[in-house]
């Protein structure tokens, strides 16, 4: 396993991560769940990802309780904050108020003390930012979280964000999770340029777009019933005859390379300086160990023109 610091920081993580959206806490049984995450350890992976409302925190009392066989300072653990959580009118959003309560609570669950990285789950336009960022620049100086981070926020939001933090000397946003694979590239127009230059790193959700891109899907009108296209009832945009056959090319590429076509697009991925990691989910252990295997390969110009021009057709 190889690993990134992470944007402009001084921490290292591993180039693939493992997030727990859709599957911890959830449909994946709890001894496959507990299994992965202690491949993925083993292997080297040193970065876990988690939220409050993955599965109303049953994500996170999972994660934090298998993780506890471990030395606390051997791995980087990351939850998030925004999500509904309850009824009540403070029970969701960015406020000062649901930011505390709302970090107690994952620290709780996790059975932790801190959590390295603190994401805003989404923009909140009802709260005025400096509310927001004051509230997590109080959580880092009580040592409750150690990096601040953003998930699905524009350039601007983020732009925006660091302009008031250095005026109010504020902790900064060193990392944004947004989504990012070979059939959503949104972020190679504003976000990469900025996390380059203000110091921002990706930790990017989604690198195999939910499945997609490991080719197990060849047809779009016979989806197996227990897979997760099945599970969250895709529709024809998100698995399409075009895009499967685009994947079924791409394989090619990844023979030529002795490799399986989702390590190629992890690779791919990974091919951004300033993606920090390829954040993965698995539902079960062998999952995890292919997508390790993704972590080091490198892609000369020639095969990178091969894919662009797949991806472009």
Known sequence: MKY??????GLQ??????GSWLTYGGYVEQENAVRSIETAYDAGMNFFDTANVYERGAAEELLGKTLQNYQRESYVLATKVFGKMGDGPNDQGLSRKHIMEQCNASLKRLGTDYVDI?????FHTGTPLLETLRALDDLVRQGKVLYVGVSQWTAAQMEEALGIADRYLLDRIVVNQPIYNMFERYIEDEIIPLGEQK???QVVYSPLAQGLLTGKYNDASRIPEDSRAAKLKWDDKKISQEKLEKVRKLSGVASELDVKVGQLALAWILRQKNVSSALVGASRPEQIQENIGASGIELSEEIQDKIESI???
């Open 311 to 313: 991806l472009s057709e």
């Open 13 to 18: 993580v591993s180039e693939i991560s493992l």
């Open 4 to 9: 990134r610091r992470l944007g402009g920081s």
């Open 199 to 201: 110091g921002i790193g």
């Open 118 to 122: 603190y994401y805003c789950h989404r």
